[in-house]
């Protein structure tokens, strides 16, 4: 268990409050709007809410990693899904991949404009014919003159697609091979020939930007080459349990604050002359959504210590992805009930927990995939 940290709880609080003021006013129109204005990275980073475990020299505030991981679960349990995965693209994601793979220059030219929101972050991996089977993906950067990589090909639902300004691109720099021709890539969006597609419609996260890219000859500097060359999945699968401890974090942001909302709703909602709190129905649904908040909550925090410890290994990661998404599903599902008709009102905010818990349990490697990698651990292949 994590001991008490009043440091900690300080920042949840501050963040708390930027939320109610630069948030909470604003939000419903951008979920209308498909998109949340590009200002919200620079004021998140205004007030020091970006990559925030990044070391000083890179402009960060080199506070542990779960300071960084509190943003992600409190802006999920403020019933703001898709902010909270903007900032887990951006923070524990992208940022993450260019500490931890690239050079001294990377790192000085890109990490301190992520801290400030300058710089938007993404991760590029998807592709229309490629997901799970990420070895086939078709983007290809092939090397001129030993100079620049011509960059050709595409990517689709691109979390942060339309803000980025930089993203963490797979592509295949020897196209002839499989797993071992995959590389990563720095690519900035404002290249010539790098196109931003259309922002797509969603059922959940609806002012998450995941857009689709076009990339036509763009000439990427071969100093944007992310480590070495054909190395692309050996760094995925050792930047996937950050991701995949992130995506718990949302999820359990998600199920404590559908908690919190449903607790107030039963106490208020009457029927039969009584609140419906009265209901042994109610109470046993909010009493099992409270074991398994505790129950995501204890494997969250284990995974926590696991990662900071630099001991979380792919299985382990794999199965928090799974477990705490499963639970996030099956906890709004089961308290939206409690709404009734209300719980499927947009005007609800319970509606948005549910809708948004659904993306969980397939992006960042489905769940099936998950358990595929758990399986792999127990019986050898
Ligand atoms: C809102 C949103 C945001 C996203 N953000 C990003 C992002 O920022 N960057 C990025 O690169 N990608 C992103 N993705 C893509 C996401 O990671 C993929 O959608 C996901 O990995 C699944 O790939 P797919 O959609 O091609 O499904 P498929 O791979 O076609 O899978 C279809 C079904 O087959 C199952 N399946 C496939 N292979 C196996 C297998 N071996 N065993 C058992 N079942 C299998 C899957 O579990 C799934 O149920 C995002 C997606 C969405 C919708």
Do not use: E, F, M, W
């Given at each position: 268990m994590l001991k008490h940290d009043a440091d900690l709880e300080l920042f949840r609080d501050n963040f708390r409050r930027f939320m109610q003021e630069h948030i909470a006013p604003y939000y419903l129109q951008w979920e209308k709007d498909g998109i949340m204005p590009r200002e919200i990275w620079t004021k998140l980073g205004e007030n020091g809410f970006?990559?925030?475990?990044?070391p000083e020299q890179y402009g960060g505030y080199a506070v542990p990693t779960y300071y960084s991981l509190m943003l992600v679960e409190e802006s999920a349990r403020a019933g703001y899904g898709a902010l909270s995965t903007a900032i887990s693209c951006h923070s524990e994601i992208a940022a993450p991949y260019i500490l931890h793979i690239g050079n001294e220059a990377q790192k000085q030219y890109w990490l301190p404009r992520m801290v400030t929101g300058e710089v938007v972050g993404a991760i590029g991996m998807t592709e229309p014919g490629a997901g799970?089977?990420?070895?086939?993906?078709?983007?290809s950067a092939i090397l001129q003159q030993d100079d620049y990589y011509l960059l050709n090909g595409s990517k689709t639902f691109i979390s942060n697609g339309q803000h980025a300004d930089l993203v963490i691109l797979a592509a295949k720099?020897?196209?002839?091979?499989?797993?071992?021709g995959v590389s990563l890539l720095m690519v900035?969006?404002?290249?010539?020939g790098f196109k931003k597609g259309t922002n797509l419609e969603k059922i959940g996260l609806h002012s998450q930007d995941t857009s689709e890219l076009f990339f036509d000859q763009v000439k990427v500097p071969?100093?944007?080459?992310?480590?070495?060359?054909?190395q692309g999945f050996a760094y995925l699968m050792q930047e996937l349990p950050r991701e995949r401890t992130a995506i718990a974090a949302t999820a359990l942001g998600a199920i404590r604050g559908a908690i919190d909302i449903t607790i107030r709703y039963v106490q208020e909602r009457q029927a039969f002359g009584q609140p419906?709190?009265?209901f042994q129905n109610t109470r046993f649904v909010l009493a099992q959504a409270k074991i398994d908040e505790q129950a995501t909550a204890a494997f969250y925090e284990r995974c926590l210590e696991l990662y900071m410890a630099g001991e979380m290994d792919v299985q382990t990661a794999a199965a928090i992805k799974a477990f705490s998404t499963d639970m996030q599903m099956k906890v709004t599902d089961h308290l939206l009930q409690l709404f009734g008709g209300y719980g499927y009102m947009t005007e609800y905010p319970i509606s948005r927990f549910f809708v948004d818990a659904r993306i969980q349990r397939i992006y960042g490697g489905t769940n099936e995939i998950m358990k595929e990698i758990v399986a792999r651990d127990l019986l050898g292949r």
């Open positions: 970006l990559c925030v475990d990044l799970s089977d990420l070895q086939a993906i078709r983007s720099t020897d196209p002839a091979a499989r797993a071992k900035d969006t404002h290249l010539p071969k100093q944007q080459l992310l480590g070495q060359a054909g419906i709190a009265k």
